[in-house]
């Protein structure tokens, strides 16, 4: 069996028929990250950042390039409309900077795309002055990258204290819970006392 983009199986890493498997085709693909669910995925932001949804450049070898491209298309075109200026962006433009966007930024993950896009129409990156500029959006999009190497560091370092929290207190737990085996025999000790080393 082949898959969607007409390669077969045998010659895709394993992490593209996954991500087939996990999102289905590409149209349901360009539904699960539609521009209207930009929103969502924001409020839990740190999941945008580590979390485990495709990046661009992956996109285009599990789905096909075409794909990646009419994704990004799809979000500028959404983002041209948002804008509210007068002189809209053409067909070419936007496939232009969809490119641009893939050849430059393709690492970056789909939802980091949308938390860019979404912060873009929040009014924290450039502005347009009567018609959608594509060097206006690559040039946020730069800027936006300091703002996801700072996300990152904070989230991460978030998740490492509340790791070291939860072995803190188990710790805790598991000591005391030796101290309530004082007067337990000697086999009993010996199985907590083991249970408290493994959490170390």
Known sequence: MRARNNLPNTLQPNWAVEIREHYGDRMNFLT?????????????ESRCFLG???????????YGYAVAESWLEIQLQDLSEYSGVKD???????????KT????????KVTEMMVFFQRFKADMYGKFYGAVDGLVITSALFEFLEYRSKMIDKFNKEAKESEQKRSDQMKEKLWRLCCELAHSTDAERIVVFNIFLESN
């Open 32 to 44: 699960v990250f539609n521009p209207g669910k930009q929103s969502e995925y924001v409020k839990f």
């Open 52 to 62: 485990t949804a495709p990046s661009i450049i992956r996109i285009s070898k599990a």
């Open 88 to 98: 809209k962006m053409q067909i070419s433009q936007l496939t232009e900077v969809a």
């Open 101 to 108: 966007i893939i050849s430059n930024y393709g690492y970056l």
